[in-house]
């Protein structure tokens, strides 16, 4: 990865996880569910936790293992949307791409 996507992918994912955010304070303070809203914060957050480890990674498979958790954290992250979509908790919601 050069650094131009680096930072492209930092960003957004650090977007993302302030999206996720506001979406869990919305959840919660609607008092619609907090396991659900819960698990979202802690997967929708990691992804870019997990990006900022691996910028700076010592190695290339350092590099490669913390891509792939953040990979990992964002299948989660799109399940926990899925079922809080598909249970009626919350309305399809336009993240930014």
Request: proline share 2%.
């Amino acid at each position: 990865m050069n650094k131009s996507t680096d930072n492209m992918l930092s960003e957004k994912s650090y977007s993302f996880a302030l999206e996720i955010i506001e979406l869990c304070k919305v959840l919660m303070n609607q008092k619609r569910d907090y396991v659900l809203s819960k698990q979202l914060l802690k997967s929708g957050t990691s992804i870019g936790a997990n990006v900022a480890e691996a910028n700076g990674a010592i190695s290339n498979p350092d590099f490669s293992a913390k891509i792939s958790i953040a990979y990992k954290e964002s299948l989660e992250t799109k399940y926990w949307l899925s079922l809080l979509k598909d249970s009626g908790y919350i309305k399809i919601h336009p993240f930014k791409a």
